[in-house]
Every structure is written in structure tokens, then in C-alpha cells.
């Protein structure tokens, strides 16, 4: 497992508030190969973007990582001077935000947005990047590229948009593509594009870490994903295994409540409750007070995300090297 | 989001020519005529004022004894002259060139000075913000005529004392609007994205946060120029403008009052112009303001 093109172990980031530091990202560990994809799967506020930033470093002005580590290619991250750091974003690790119209400056033609990082990386010159630029929005499926390039974000359509926005992600062909919720902000029709788009990339050896909240996405094209609550992953397992049996009582949750089409033989079972202020963790395991399985134990103990025991875990598991099952439940971890 | 969606060209490439950002603001500029006509005559006006020494058919201190307070269509003063005999026509266009010169001046400077200290306060925040804002609030709060009156009686009756009191006076104003675009500008998705290209601080408050905050900057600018103007006049009037004998339509106002029966046009044209020119600057920037507003900055 060294030659991982992402690795973070035990990474840990605090909001620095006025009344004290408060952990959002809690011991987050996870590896990502080239040409894989891993989802990251929670509600908002689950710290499942923070993780991201904070591999990236760019957190908010109050948000400090508090230890732990994050190598690329080998290469620790978290200790780079910012100078070097900056070199990273954007030439190594390409990130899509949610909302392409947000996400790109309105007063800067697509041409400008999609080459000026490639000169601040000093990858090549003006003509290259031009011509590089217009092959990447060709790649993402924007015709006439040549004259797309002279218009400004908001001349283009939704669809268009977020390809543009993946166009300036890739461009200097980053080994590694954070996708934060690529598709929540745009039609379903889109969707399916974008997605066929990302799988493309990850089929050229590009990893994917993608964010979201849709399982259906996940299963789409991730091959591994993790469930983070509370600043804490709970679950790691196959996408497919975590969708076919979920462990984890939170997991099993937030699948019950995912509207499916054609699933209207398995009724919507929300779960109870909002994700716990992060300022007052819940002791023990921090998903308890929603839990419907949750015992006196559950209130007290801290879980560990354990492996699950042989007998229960489907025979998929074993198909791929490297593929894990952890749960971080007592519960499932003793019973499978 | 959705409006934007719906307003959107969706028909073939060639409708979505490349436009810049300002483009619609113009277009909308455009249509609005009594502003576009009050354009037109603010051009007229500054290319008067640039080219006063040719257009002028006297310099403004030349005097002609053997016509003293000559009327209206008197013979080579078209609008007469004043008391000592100088053509009234030529002192005006050299008043406004004094009127447009400190009032542009002014603006210019204020609107520097604002977007350093605003953008600086806004994009470093913390301490540096504290004491900005600190400053510009003490400006704030001293009543700016009186600045203006000790600021020209240390530096004497020049057009730069008068350029800086009125500068001083309007920056303060523009630093916080700066200040207040850039907080919220730099909270925008693009900013963060820009960061997570690799773009440096410079490069983030220059290329992505400026562009982006200056658009309000331009509608209070088109207002505080007839300001300016307006506040020249009224140095002037009080005595506090360009020393005589350069002209200011302020100080041209107030020696009209004391022939206000013998020779009235020597009120009336000075005030009439300054009146329609202020008016037309006025024009001009609800106009910019309009065409702002309907930006849908709310995108």
C-alpha cells in the first residue's frame, strides 16, 4: 500500500471558536488508488467536506488541522510551506464544486479561468494552455470549443457550465480530482453526463474522491466508500457491499431514506433526529440517541471502526486486493 | 439561479457571442435616453474644459476697458463681460475646466485611496481591518467643510489644496463600500475555487475579488462627481475656492450676486450651467445606477 496516490491517516481539523476548539474532522483515515474512486457519504455538516478541504488546505480562516497526515504520491502535505502548497492545488489535485455558476468568477472568460492556473504553475505557455484549454472542454463534451472559450460562465447553460467547471479542474491533468457533490446542483438529465464524464477521467487513471449525499451516485462509479458521521467515519466497505448489506445502524439509515425510482415496494424510513451539534458530542458512540438499536453500552463506549468478522461479510470483498469492511458499531462488528 | 437559466441564450453559438460583463450594463445604459443624451453633453462638457484655451475666445484675465458689464450680444462678447471688463463667455469655459478638473481629480484620488484601504481591510481583515476602519471612521465623523477650510488655509488657495479637501471628504465613503463588496465578494464559491486552483493572495484580491466588487464602486463614483463639482462651487462661494483670478463658477455665482439688477447675466449664466451640468451628471449616474441594478447582481 505505498505506492497509494492519496493517503491520509488519523487527520484531525478544529474550528478555532470563541469558546474553544471544536473537532469537526475526528481521526479520518482513507486511501485512494489511482484510477479509483472513493465516495465519502454523510449528511451535511458531517465533515465530509472539511476532510476534502483540509487535504487541500483550503480551509476557512477559523478552521485549523490539528494533526495527523495527508501524503500525495507519497509526499506529506500537511507540512508544506503554503508557497509549495499552492503549487499542489490545481496541478496535482483538481477539485469541482457543487455549483458551477457560483464556482466560476463571472468576470473572467472561460479561457482565462481554464489557463491562467497553468501559467501560475508555470506548466506552460499562453498558446499551449489556449490549446490545451480548448482540448480539455472538447474532452468534456462542449462543442466548438474554440468559440466556447471566449464566453463568459454565465452565457452558458447549467450542464455546460459544470463540464466547463470539470474542464478547468483537468486541465493541467491532476492526478487526483476532488468532486464535491458534482451533481446535486444540476438536472438529472445533466447528471448522468457528468457522471459518464468523471468515470471517463477515472478511467484515463485519475483518482476520485467524490463527496456526496446520493448513494445512487456513489454506486454509479465508486468502487470504495465511506460513511462519515459526526466528523468520524463509521463505515468503510465496497460501494456495492455497502449498498447490498449496510452495517453500520447509521449506514442502514441513510439507505432506508434514499428515494429510489422504482423502490416504491421499500417504504422511506427517515431517520429520527438531526446530526448532533458538534459542540456537545454525544458520549459514546455520537449516532446513539438516533439509533434504534442503540443500547446502555452504545452511551457508553467510544467505537473504533473494527473489521467485520468473516462469516457475515458477502463473498465480494475478497474479489478486489486492498478491499476493507470496518464498521464502527460493536453491534454489527461482533455479529456481521 | 433559476432566473438566470431562463434568460439565458439558448440558441446557437453566434447568440452567444463573446460579451463582456459590462456589455449588458451599456446596453441597458443605452436605452435609457435621458441619460444616454446627459452622457453626451457631460462629454461635450469635458472636451470643452480639455480644450478651453482653444475654444475660449479670450483668456480668462484679459481685460477690456472699453467694455465694463457690456450685455448680452455686446460687440465680440457674445454673453458680455463682468465688472472689469473680462469676457463672461470665457471665464465660464475656463470655470468649468477649474469645476471638472477638481471634481474628476478629486475622484480619481478618492477612489484609489478606497479601493487600497478597502480592499486591504476587507481581504486581510483582522487587525488590519480594525485599524482601517478605525481611521475611516474618524474621517468620517470630522465634518468635511471644515477640513476643507483648514486644509486651504495651510496650503493656500490652489487647485490641488481644493482637489484634496474635496478628496478627503469622499474617499471615506467609498473605502467602506469597498470594504463591505470584498467581505461579501470574498465568501463567494469562485474564491474558494480560485484558491483550490492554486491562485495566490495577489492574484485572488486583483483577479477575482476587485473585478467583482468594483461594479457599485462605479454608480456611487458617477454620483459623487456632480458632488465634487457641486462642493468646488461652494468653496468658492464661501471664499475657500481657487484663488482669483483663476475662475470657479462658485466665486463667478458670488461677484454676480453684488450686480444681480445692473447685470444679471453675470448670476444667471454661471448658475444656469452649473445647474444644468450638475444635472446632467446627476442624470448620468441614476442612469449608471439603473443599469447596474437591473444586472441581477443578485445572480
Known sequence: ????????????????L??????????????????????????SGSGKSITMRSVMRVLPKTARIAGGSVRLDGRELTELPERQMRQVRGRQIGMVFQNAMEA????????????????WHGICGKAEARRRAIETLGDVGIPEPEKRIRTYPFQLSGGMRQRAMIAMAMVARPSLLIADEPTTAVDVTVQRQI????????ARGTGIVMITHDLGVARYFCDDAVVMYAGRIVERAPVRELLARPSHPYSTGLFRSTIEVGGRDRALAPIPGAPPDLAQRPPGCAFHPRCERAESVCRENEQMLLPLTVNGVSRGTSGRPGAVREAACWKVAAHG | MALAEATEPTGSIEAVKARGHWAGAWARFRANRLAFI?????????ITAIAAPWIAPYHFTETDPTARLAPIGADGHWLGTDM???????????????ALFVAFGAELASLVVAIVIGLSAGYIGGRVDQGLMGITDVMYAFPSYLFAIVLVTVMGRSLWAVMLAIGISSW????????????????????EAARSMGASGTTISFRYILPNAVGPLLVTTSFAIPAAIGAEAGLALLGLGVQPPTPSWGSMISEGTSYILAAPHLLLFPAGMFALTLLAFTWVGDGVRDAFDANGESR
Not at chain 1, 469537526?24 to 449528511?43: M, Y
Not at chain 1, 457522471?195 to 477515472?202: G, I, V
Not at chain 2, 452622457?39 to 461635450?44: T, Y
Not at chain 2, 472689469?84 to 477649474?98: C, E, H, Q
Open chain 2, 38 to 46: 446627459s452622457l453626451i453633453f457631460c462629454g461635450l462638457l469635458v
Open chain 1, 1 to 16: 500500500m505505498t505506492n497509494s496516490l492519496l493517503e491520509v491517516r488519523d487527520l484531525r481539523t478544529d474550528f478555532l
Open chain 2, 172 to 191: 471615506v465613503t467609498q473605502a467602506r463600500l469597498v470594504r463591505a463588496q470584498v467581505l461579501s465578494v470574498k465568501e463567494r464559491e469562485y474564491i
Open chain 1, 104 to 119: 466560476l468568477n463571472p468576470t473572467l472568460t472561460l479561457e482565462r479561468q481554464l489557463t491562467e492556473h497553468l501559467s
Open chain 2, 84 to 98: 472689469l471688463g473680462r469676457d463672461l463667455f470665457s471665464r465660464m469655459i475656463y470655470g468649468l475646466r477649474t
Open chain 1, 195 to 202: 457522471l459518464d464524464l468523471l468515470a471517463e477521467f477515472k
Open chain 1, 18 to 43: 470563541k469558546s474553544g476548539r471544536l473537532r469537526v474532522v475526528d481521526g479520518v483515515s482513507l486511501t485512494v488508488e489511482p484510477g479509483q474512486a472513493l465516495a465519502i457519504v454523510g449528511e
